[in-house]
Every structure is written in C-alpha cells, then in structure tokens.
C-alpha cells in the first residue's frame, strides 16, 4: 500500500513527459496536430440537406459517394472504408440549417476514426462546418460549395478564418466563386448591360458573390444602379419591383440561395421590368423545379452554374446501380468520394495519419473536374449556352 503513491507518481511524470514530447513535435511541424488512426478500417463522413427542394439532388449525390466506394471494393490501400451519410437540413424549413451542419461536423471529428469529411452542398454552407473540422485535424473536400471565401482572400478575414489550426485541409471538384463572379460579368458584357441591379440575401455566400460581381462590373463600364439586400426569410416587399422599375434597368442579378423567395422576387422583377435580363448564381442552378417554377420570369433567366463535364460511363453504372438516371450534379460526389480514397491510397504506409490524408488530397485537387456554364431554361429544364466559362 506504501508503495502506490510512488507508482503513481512515476506514472503522472511520464503523462506529462508524453505531453510535452506531444507538444514539441507538433511545434516542429506544419500546425496541424499529427493524429493517428488506430485500427483497420477508417470512416467517410458526408454532410447534405436530405430535405426540402435540394433533396433529390443531395440524394443523388450520396448514392453517388456510395457508388464510388463500393466500386473500389469498400477500400482505399491498406483499409476498408465505412461511409456515414448525415442530414444537414432542418425538416421544418427544408434549408441547410447551421446548427445542423455544425452537430454534423463535430460529430465527425468525435469518432476515433474519420478520416474525411464530405460537405457542404450549398456556397457558404461549409463556412459553418469547416472550422470545427480544421480544429479536428480533419480532411474536408466538398463536392459542390462554391463559395469564394474558403480558399480566396476576401474583405472579412478571407480565407485564413475559416483554418483556425493554421494549415488548409479543405479540397473541392469545383470552381471557386470568383470565376463565377467573372463568368456573370462577362456574360453581362456580350449582352450589352449597362444599367445593373444587384440584390442579395444577406448571407454569407451571396454578399460575398454580390460583392464580387458588383467590382467586376464597374470595372467593365456596368453602373450598379442599385444594391439591395434582403430577407428571404420573409416575402419579397412590398414596392420592390416598383423600386426596381424606377431605375430602368437592362439587367437584374440575385445572388442568393435558391428558395420560395427566390422564384417570388425573380417573378416580382419580371413582372414590373419584363426587358430586363435576369441573372442567378449557381445556387439556383442546382434547383430542379426552378424552370417549372419560375413562370414567364424563366424567358429572361440566365443562371451560371457548374458544369460537372463529360460523365464518361458514370450515368449508365449509376443507373445500373439505382434503376434511374442521376442529377446532373450527382457526378460531383462521385469524384469527391474519388479524390479521399486516391488521397489515401497514395499516403500509401501513412494512410492512418490523417495529417498525410490532408496533403495528398489538397495536392491532388488541384487537377480540373468541373467549370462554370450559362444556363438558360428550354422547355422547362436548364440547357448550357455558350462555350465553358
């Protein structure tokens, strides 16, 4: 019984030896915390809105992650793979809800095992979800965010605030925002804008984007004749396409998420200036029923969206796979599932090491995937005009 106390003891003073050797290591290195995975098999998590109007292309998506996964055997190098699919929508609004994505994020970092993360859908949506994930020493690669400010410099602390530890470890198989931005400027300059309202919906990702095209566009002779930012969380006001009409626009550009107030203030716009052009981000490219939707408006509406590229082969094995055809977009999570299990197969003897997982994956994003298109709605659908952007 003497003897315990010694022994715990020696015991304390070499946990803290271990922490201080810990501490040294990681102070050597690159600042992301070098974390180990124990055991024989690692997890993918992915994050998307199961719910409301951008669950049948999120559904697709992560039949499209799972496709991949069981094509390379449920393994990458050394280890088998486990995939856990996460809702990231409140079922009241149908919308990606922060708090969501955040319990989702957190509850990937939690598991011993994660080795990556997939997310978000929506631009803006990872903003919420990777700091938490960057904090866990995690990969996050996102199979359709758009938004600029994760890996650009922008006027809120762009990028560096989204990488508390320091180092980047988010990867994407698309574009970034400010090719969008250019792509809608200059399809405003082959269309002989010269009179611009742009309106926004306060979020994160579509002022960022509005803030974009605004420069852009005076840069290239286009008056911003008006900036308006609104709450979609209500109905479009009252007297804003009059407001609008006022300023005798050539064009009109929402940079917003596509919902109910998206389609009303498109349709509201449309109503009251029915020359102007009418343009949306990518984030109402997405939308399936946004041609059925948007009503005469849609005789007017140009969207740039992300062009997933050729599919090769990949439409008839997903088909073969789920007896349907998939979303356009569905593509995107194929090649994000792609891009963790190559990270891993090439971190070959380190696949464990989530540190080298990051390296090889932010390395290999890097090589094209997808670009910008024009879009405009045909017959009730979205069909690309004009050469990539």
């Known amino acids: 019984m003497l003897r315990r106390p010694a ?12 922490v201080i050797a810990g501490s040294l290591a990681c102070g050597r290195d690159d600042g992301v915390e070098e974390s180990r995975i124990i055991g024989d098999t690692l997890t993918i998590y992915s994050s998307l809105p199961l719910q409301g109007p951008l669950a049948p292309v999120a559904r697709d998506i992560v039949r499209a992650e799972k496709l991949a996964l069981k ?5 990458a190098g050394e280890y088998d793979v486990s995939y856990v699919s996460l809702d990231s ?10 708090a969501r994505v955040a319990a989702n994020a957190r509850r990937a970092i939690q598991t011993p095992n994660t080795i990556a993360y997939l997310g978000e859908l929506e631009s803006g949506a990872s903003a919420i979800s990777l700091p938490i994930v960057n904090e866990g020493g995690i990969l996050q690669v996102s199979p359709r965010d758009t938004f600029g400010g994760l890996t650009q410099p922008g006027g809120r602390g762009e990028p560096e605030k989204y990488y508390p530890s320091g180092v980047r470890n988010f990867a994407r198989v698309v574009p970034a925002g400010d090719r969008q931005a250019q792509a809608l400027v200059d399809a405003m300059v082959s269309q002989d804008v010269e009179r611009l309202v742009i309106a926004d ?14 420069r852009l566009a005076e840069d290239a002779d286009i008056e911003i004749v008006d900036r308006k930012r609104l709450d979609p969380s209500g109905e479009v006001p009252e007297g804003l396409g009059r407001d609008v009409q006022e300023e005798q626009p050539d064009a009109f550009f929402y940079s917003g998420a596509y919902d109910d107030f998206a389609v009303e203030l498109l349709k509201t716009v ?10 949306g981000s990518d984030d109402l490219a997405i939308a399936p029923d946004l041609p059925r939707r948007a009503g005469p408006a849609a005789q007017r509406l140009e969207v740039t969206g992300v062009d997933p590229g050729d599919p090769g082969d990949f439409e008839r094995r997903f088909e073969a796979e789920y007896g349907e055809r998939p979303d356009r977009q569905a593509i995107l999570g194929y090649r994000a599932m792609q891009l963790v299990l190559d990270a891993i197969r090439l971190a070959g003897p380190d696949a464990d090491s989530r540190r080298e997982v990051i390296r090889r994956a932010v390395g290999l994003a890097g090589r094209p995937h997808a670009r910008f298109a024009r879009y405009r709605i045909e017959r009730d659908r979205l069909v690309r005009v004009g050469p990539h952007l």
């Open 201 to 214: 919906d306060r979020k994160l990702s579509g002022t960022s984007l509005g803030d974009r095209v605004a």
């Open 270 to 279: 449309h109503a009251h200036v029915p020359t102007a052009l009418l343009y």
């Open 71 to 75: 094509e390379a055997g449920g393994r």
């Open 89 to 98: 929508s409140d079922p009241e609004t149908g919308r990606w809800d922060p």
């Open 7 to 18: 022994a715990l003891g020696l015991a304390l003073v070499l946990v803290i030896a271990l």
